[in-house]
């Protein structure tokens, strides 16, 4: 019962948390554009995600005619309940729980989040948001790839399963100095999973119309929106986990703090891939490079 509400705690925190990085990535691109960001509601704008949260839930919903209802409505429930399921993967870094098979788990519920996509973008049958979703699948497939070889380089090192185990033999030196390559690929790789620019095509809102969710509005929309910022976070936590030395009291926060603020200074300075590029970058970079990476990690070991 006590780890039940301790993650309950924690999927709380995450969704407040979420709240608060709209409103941190808002004032931090306002700055980079020399303007003030949300200043009006609350003290410098701080009650911004909470007016912005009840302006989306109230609005009116509207479902497309020949849409599939059912799957329709349901598409972004499952979107947000896989975000906010991979952070089952870190209570084992806590201690509420013990989970050997933990980097297992990270890959399996990883691999669902495409159908949420796919889902979307056809159940809502409209051309516009299919096009999107074929894209945003094609991309995130893509970059599943890198990242389970940059985990299994790490796996390899590390000799186990369990994320806590992982971060024990970064006690003396962090895997980024030892891997800086594999750092920067997992970094990339994170931003084209979270559809984040430069690599928002799925999303992308200049040629696209907003993409897969074109046809979303009010909730369906919120919680679309809510799925992708828990989805940075827990991205953010990992890339600290993982390249940053693992869990210490003291920094973890701010090492994680420091990789969103990344996540945004790259939306605020980067132009968007040409979408060819990106793939390239993919298969024909990033694929040779992690299994050279896991090649060299084993003869290490």
């Known amino acids: 019962m006590a780890n039940l509400i301790s993650s309950l705690v924690i999927v709380i925190t995450v969704l407040v948390s979420v709240a608060f990085l709209t409103l941190f990535e808002r004032k931090l691109l306002g700055y980079i554009q020399i303007r ?177 969710n074109t046809e979303y509005s009010s909730g369906g929309f919120a919680l679309i929106m809510l799925a992708e910022y828990t989805s940075i976070i827990f991205m953010s936590m990992l890339f600290a986990h993982i390249f940053l030395g693992g869990v210490d009291s003291s920094w973890y926060p701010l090492k994680m703090a420091f990789i969103i603020y990344m996540f945004v200074w790259v939306r605020g300075t980067l132009p968007r891939f040409r979408y060819d590029k990106l793939m390239s970058l993919a298969w024909k970079s990033f694929l040779p490079v992690s299994i050279n990476f896991l090649i060299f990690s084993s003869m290490m070991v």
């Open 36 to 212: 003030k960001g949300p200043n009006k509601v609350g003290f410098m704008g701080q009650l911004q995600p909470f007016a912005d949260a009840v302006k989306l839930f109230s609005k009116e919903q509207n479902n497309p005619l020949l849409a599939n209802y059912l799957v329709f409505l349901i598409s972004p429930i499952f979107s947000l309940f896989i975000a906010v399921f991979l952070w089952v993967v870190l209570p084992s870094v806590f201690n509420l729980w013990n989970m050997e098979m933990g980097i297992l788990l990270f890959l399996c519920i990883t691999s669902l989040s495409v159908y949420s996509i796919l889902v979307s973008g056809w159940s809502s049958n409209s051309k516009y948001p299919l096009l999107g979703a074929l894209r945003g699948i094609a991309q995130t497939i893509s970059y599943e790839v890198s990242l389970a070889l940059i985990i299994l380089s790490f796996m390899v090192i590390s000799q186990s399963f369990d994320w806590v185990k992982a971060g024990v033999y970064q006690e003396h030196c962090w895997f980024i100095f030892i891997m800086p390559p594999l750092a920067l690929m997992w970094f990339t790789s994170s931003l084209a999973e979270t559809n984040r620019t430069p690599f928002d095509f799925a999303e992308g809102e200049s040629e696209l119309v907003s993409g897969f």
